[in-house]
């Protein structure tokens, strides 16, 4: 065996080398490299997917269109400022935990899937009963511009969409197993600049006060209920992140004033519904006003059903524990997935991602490579 294969089955071993590339996003450091050469050794074959500065791969192994594509990435955000008591990109094991930056965020998902279908093949005599595939984006934490959005559309072309997808995110909260998410609440955000007249503080009959009609306006956005929730959601929510007036002097009426909103929202709304509604409110509000909408991802869901109830069964039959189906969180890249096949997400206990000492007991990165090879099992008959 050589020793990319052994590291292939070995799924701390292969998180250790993946957190040692210090893939800081859009930065690859070899990260995709690596993961292409244990998935070579496994009999897979990988197709570097570059766009732009980003380094995409794409990996599959059998006949036919793929039953089950896990899908995840190889850049993590940056070690921050808070102190770390071990090297971000050292994967020191201290006490049989493996701490560094993407330990859990997800380097570390990734290397379960690759022991998980190691595992698998050699079960099949390294003939796989059904096609698997990976589609590994180094543009998730970033600006998702270049990644999956783009190998997606890079797949379809070739047949390469999947029957189902399996997102490799954290999702677990206290315990491997015991959470799934079938959806994800879009994300939009407004940026507005109210434009009045200026004017002295004790002549208000001279000036039109950019601040009040933006006070005004948020008031009314703030105020209003998007709706109360569904049954897999909770209710959409506008938060108003930074207001901006920028006025030195305590007699002078502002002459402008600009706001940011950002808006996560369920399956109620979409992204052409929400920007008409603020649109009517700005012109309501302000006559005068620049009005610039953004929208990282619509709201999707995978409704369960055959598909989600596999994967559950899996989930449990593997660790013992009944997982939640929950749509709770910010983005994934599932949202652009949703798009073209059925998606979930499952993976680590998630509480120190992004955060300093970000890390993960060997035990549970072991107990997840099981896990997910009962998922490949539940999909890749």
Known sequence: MTDAAALARDPAGLAAALIRCPSVTPEDAGAQTVLAEVLTALGFTCTDVTFGAVRN??????????????????DVVPPGNAAWTADPFGAEVRDGVLYGRGAVDMKGNIAAFVAATAAWLDRHGGNPPAAISFLITG??????????????????????????????????????GDTIKIGRRGSLTGRITVEGTQGHAAYPQFADNAAHRLVALLSSLAS?????????????????????IGNPASNVIPGAASATWNIRFNDRHTEASLAAWLR?????????????????????????????DAL?????????????LDTGGGTSDARFISRYCPVAEFGLVGTTMHKADERVPVAELAALAITYEAVIDAFCR
């Not at 559950?312 to 939640?324: C, S």
């Open 57 to 74: 791969l794409y990996a599959r192994i059998g006949p036919g269109r793929p039953a089950l594509c896990f899908a995840g990435h190889t």
């Open 139 to 176: 543009d998730e934490e970033g600006d998702a511009i270049d990644g999956t959005v783009k190998v997606l559309e890079w797949m379809e072309a070739r047949q390469e969409i999947p029957g189902f997808c399996l997102v490799g995110e954290p999702t677990s909260v206290k315990r491997l």
């Open 224 to 244: 209003h209920e998007l709706d109360r929730g569904t049954d897999w959601f909770e209710p959409s929510s506008l938060q108003v992140t930074t207001i901006d």
């Open 280 to 308: 009517r409110e700005a012109e309501a509000h302000t006559p005068r006003h620049r009005l610039a909408v953004s929208c990282s991802g619509e709201a999707f869901l995978t409704e369960p059903g055959e598909a989600v």
């Open 312 to 324: 559950a069964a899996a989930i449990a039959r593997a660790t013992g524990v009944t997982p939640k």
